[in-house]
């Protein structure tokens, strides 16, 4: 016995178990499927439970989305923390359903090689079975031994356990894969009509077909009892992840025995029937988590609106701070950047650098790393609009009015700045300033 045998032991036993007892394959595949459900329903309500917890918090990561910006390092670490704190894994709801998906290993390998792992046969032993039925090129491959087990009947009974010894004979058995009329033990065609029309040739073929749509009929109902309360919208999905369901069933359907399409069609079955009874016993959390989320609504409301607020009167008491326009055209000739006379003189020579010097003409520019966080702006504080003159009007009267008497002022500058001539440059002025200078050093 191999290491497989022994890991597919539970497996095997329970199916083996079921066949003994009902004498039908295509039941005891059915009541396999059952137990296996039974088995994972608490993680599958666990799994429920950490998606009604991460439907909760989604207004939370979004606030924590807001904060943190275009800052895409900030807000993995803030989620992540966010994570920690509440004790939240992310892909808690997502990992339960692929337990059904591994389950399909062994039970296909149960379904495909059955004198192996429900009889616990070796190869020697199969091939001695296989001779004893009159298949004399048998080889062990593809679904030969599922039609070998199909070839066991009372008949030749005896002659396959004389084949394999007096210490396996005991597991040798007759598996019955007739399920309605339709042979488990063949692989469905999709050119049915091929070689004749039959019930089971037909049969055969519908199997994977309401597979197929079974498997679309739960992922909706799965879909519909997600949602998490009456006025929320179920999600859409995405079209690769509907078609991914129906199209992995029709491959198994067509490509393996019928045995698999009939834990596919019972797996769709049950799998409906646990959502509504998730849904029944979760009927308290999914109202605790609306109740949450109605809270967290209202909060996200209110901070929403204190954020516009101290925005509104952040940009209020910059324009009430500003300075006027006007005044600031009318600057002194000294306090503007222009030809500075003491970095241009060396020694004697008032002008060895040149009468348009600038030392701080080319000024060094710190570095800024262009894949690090968003380089900070700093803009002139534009006009109110009229949803902020009314968030700071009601909120601060006074730093409403001051930002009001500042536009105002400001308007007027520029109104007055526009109809004023323009002023000679300065330029010139500096020029014969700095050439008088020089012929008064030039006369001494």
Same mark, same amino acid.
Request: charge should be negative; hydrophobic fraction near 60%; aromatic fraction near 18%.
């Given at each position: 016995m191999?290491?497989?045998?022994?890991?597919m032991t539970p497996f095997s036993w329970l199916l083996k178990l079921f066949c003994d007892v009902f004498n039908s394959y295509g039941i005891a595949l059915f009541l396999f499927?059952?137990?296996i459900k039974v088995v994972l329903f608490p993680l599958n309500l666990k799994g429920k439970k950490s998606m009604i917890k991460m439907n909760v918090m989604n207004g939370q990561l979004q606030e924590i989305q807001k904060r943190c910006g275009n800052d895409k390092e900030k807000y993995n670490q803030e989620v992540q923390k966010f994570y920690a704190e509440n004790n939240v894994n992310p892909m808690g709801g997502c990992g339960w359903q692929m337990i059904p998906l591994i389950i399909l290993y062994p039970l296909y390998a149960i379904i495909r090689r059955p004198l192996k792992y429900?009889?616990?046969?070796?190869?020697?032993?199969?091939k001695a079975v296989a001779a004893a039925v009159g298949w004399t090129d048998f080889t062990i491959g593809g679904s030969n031994e599922l039609i070998l087990a199909s070839m066991l009947t009372a008949e030749n009974l005896e002659a396959a356990k004389t084949a394999v010894g007096a210490s396996a004979a005991a #597991?040798? =058995?007759?598996?019955?894969?007739?399920?309605?009329?339709?042979n488990l033990s063949?692989?469905?065609q999709l050119m049915f009509w091929k070689d004749g029309i039959s019930?089971?040739?037909? #049969?055969? =073929?519908?199997l994977p077909v309401i597979s197929a749509l079974l498997s679309v009929v739960t992922m909706l109902v799965t879909q519909k009892t997600n949602v998490m309360n009456k006025e929320q919208q179920a999600p859409k999905m995405n079209l690769s992840l509907i078609?991914?369901?129906p199209i992995m069933s029709l491959w198994i359907g067509f490509a393996l025995p019928a045995g698999m399409c009939i834990y596919w069609i019972a797996n769709s079955l049950l799998g409906m029937v646990q959502e509504i009874i998730c849904g029944r016993l979760l009927r308290k959390d999914y109202e605790a988590?609306?109740?949450?989320?109605?809270?967290?609504a209202v909060k996200a409301k209110e901070a929403e609106k204190e954020r516009r607020r101290v925005a509104a009167e952040k940009k209020a008491a910059a324009i009430a701070a500003g300075k006027d326009p006007k005044k600031a055209h009318q600057k002194k000739k000294q306090q503007e950047p222009g030809v500075d006379l003491s970095a241009s003189r060396e020694g004697l020579r008032a002008y060895a650098r040149g009468r348009a010097y600038d030392p701080s003409r080319y000024p060094v520019t710190p570095y800024w790393d262009p894949n690090g966080p968003a380089k900070p702006v700093e803009e002139e504080p534009a006009e109110l609009t009229e949803e902020e003159k009314k968030i700071v009007a009601e909120s601060n009267p006074e730093l409403a009015a001051q930002a009001e008497a500042a536009e105002k002022a400001r308007a007027e500058a520029e109104k007055a700045a526009a109809e004023a001539p323009a002023e000679e440059s300065v330029e010139g002025g500096d020029y014969e300033e700095a050439y008088a200078e020089d012929e008064d050093n030039g006369e001494t």
């Open positions: 191999d290491i497989w045998q022994i890991l499927t059952i137990v429900m009889m616990w046969l070796t190869e020697d032993a199969v #597991g040798v =058995f007759i598996i019955n894969f007739d399920f309605f009329g339709i063949e692989v469905p019930w089971n040739s037909f #049969g055969l =073929f519908l078609l991914m369901g988590a609306q109740k949450e989320m109605a809270e967290q």
